[in-house]
């Protein structure tokens, strides 16, 4: 038995098989993580390093822990989210010798304890999402913290709560905020929400979007990419924000805008996506129509007031896989789509393979950097030679060539008379 095996805790080993093909097939779309899959195995920049990761537990991520295994690191890697766990893609990563932790549909327990035993493996070096394994270093063992090398962050709300720590200058390992990469939020956030939430949304309540109204909540990268597509599919899109510049952008992208409460009467379809707590609450449900479905795209379960939304019902039922039906006292149902979890992972796959090749490769590249360099404590930016290489990467895997600034060119935007 290979020891990963003996380690792991998932649910069923005999998926491996189905898991791994699931890998594979993701593997086949992502061409910049094969080139780095190759360099690494050459370069080894991660020789006998442990390295811990908590990741959505899908395929993608399941091969960017190959790839970091591949550069000689012995990876262990935690579920960032319960729902978008697959135990198939788990069973396989563990066949190819990765330590595992994670279930769908673990209990919140179950999912603490999983995200203290890919600390137990003790590693240097992280990559984390949601910057949970930051919170329980800090709060639980600022010692084993202090061992850290460095890591990277995936997403926007682990930024935040990354900078909160460094501003108070309590963070004590240097982290790479891959989301402010130019190639992460701005294909990632907009392009793989934008494709993945209607995905989700389409296969889990098997309903069409043309001529619906859809009500964005949000409109920074994820929910310009979610507007933009639910634009493309047929839909009247409303958008709610608090932030007015995003709000003029929102409108001259000809959306309407107006207040949640207000939107709240219009729309089919509500798809929140603030990185926020709470941003539709009793007052707007009390304003929706009958039939109304509601989706969150952002991090964490607490864009929809679950708690409003229970104290509205007066019974729930659970209507399709990943549809929870609320009726209130009026006979009016509110659907929630997968327990107001990220609906794209946690209802369908996540973004698009070709999506997360660029973000994965950010996230490789963002790691060798910290381990073989001495960052200070704190949140850093990726240094830009790193995307602009992801980008070339990119349009490389294409056939794409861009043309280069002539020498003259160069000392023209350099000068000022
Ligand atoms: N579903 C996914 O796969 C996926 C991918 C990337 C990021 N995310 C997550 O999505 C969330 C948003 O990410 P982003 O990159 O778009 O962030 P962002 O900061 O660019 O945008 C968030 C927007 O929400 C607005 N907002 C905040 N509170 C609001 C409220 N009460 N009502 C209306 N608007 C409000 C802000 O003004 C801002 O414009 C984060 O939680 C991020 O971690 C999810």
């Known amino acids: 038995m290979n020891q990963a095996r003996e380690k792991s805790q998932i649910r069923n080993f005999a998926l491996a098989e189905q898991g791994e093909l699931k890998i594979d097939w993701v593997r086949e779309h992502m061409p910049l993580l094969r080139q780095l899959e190759e360099q690494f195995r050459q370069t080894q920049p991660f020789a006998g390093k442990r390295i811990s990761m908590c990741l959505h537990l899908e395929a993608k991520t399941a091969y960017l822990a190959l790839v970091v295994q591949a550069g000689g690191a012995d990876v262990a890697i935690a579920a960032s989210n319960p729902l978008s766990t697959q135990d198939d893609v788990v069973a396989g ?3 190819r010798g990765v330590t595992t932790f994670g279930w769908y549909g673990a209990t919140q327990e179950e999912y603490q304890a999983h995200l203290r035993e890919v600390l137990n493996h003790d590693p240097i070096a ?5 910057a949970d394994l930051a919170t329980i270093l800090h709060r639980e063992r600022p010692e084993q913290a202090a061992r850290i090398v460095g890591g990277c962050e995936e997403t926007t709300t682990g930024i935040i709560r990354l900078r909160a720590m460094s501003d108070e200058g309590i963070l004590k390992y240097p982290m790479i905020a891959v989301n402010d990469a130019d190639c992460k939020h701005l294909f990632d956030n907009r392009y793989g929400t934008g494709q993945s939430v209607w995905d989700g949304v389409m296969r889990t309540t098997n309903l069409v979007i043309a001529g619906k109204t859809v009500v964005v909540v949000g409109y920074g990268w994820c929910g310009k990419g979610v507007a933009m597509r639910a634009k493309g599919l047929g839909a009247k899109v409303i958008v709610t924000e608090v932030d007015p510049i995003r709000a003029v952008e929102a409108a001259m992208d000809g959306f309407s ?3 949640i409460v207000e939107a709240a009467a219009h729309g089919d379809f509500f798809i929140t996506v603030t990185g926020n707590q709470y941003v539709i609450h009793k007052a707007a449900m009390e304003r929706m129509k009958d039939g109304a479905i509601l989706g969150n795209a952002g991090h964490f379960d607490v864009e929809v007031s679950k708690p409003d ?24 149902r509110i659907y929630l789509i ?9 209802a369908g796959d996540g973004h698009p393979a070709e999506v997360m090749d660029m973000t994965f490769a950010l996230q490789a590249l963002g790691l060798r950097e910290v381990v073989q360099h001495s960052y200070a404590p704190g949140l850093h930016k990726i240094p830009r030679e790193l995307d602009l ?29």
């Open 93 to 95: 990563l563990v066949k």
């Open 126 to 130: 992280l990559i984390d999402d949601g």
């Open 257 to 259: 805008v107006m207040p």
């Open 309 to 332: 939304l229970e104290s509205l019902a007066v019974t729930v039922r659970r209507v399709r896989p990943n549809i929870d039906e609320y009726k209130l006292a009026d006979g009016r």
């Open 338 to 346: 997968a327990e107001g979890r990220l609906v794209n992972l946690a």
């Open 389 to 417: 290489e992801v980008a070339r990467m990119r349009l490389q895997s294409w056939g794409v060539t861009i043309d280069q600034l002539t020498d003259q060119q160069v000392a023209y935007l350099h000068s000022w008379q």
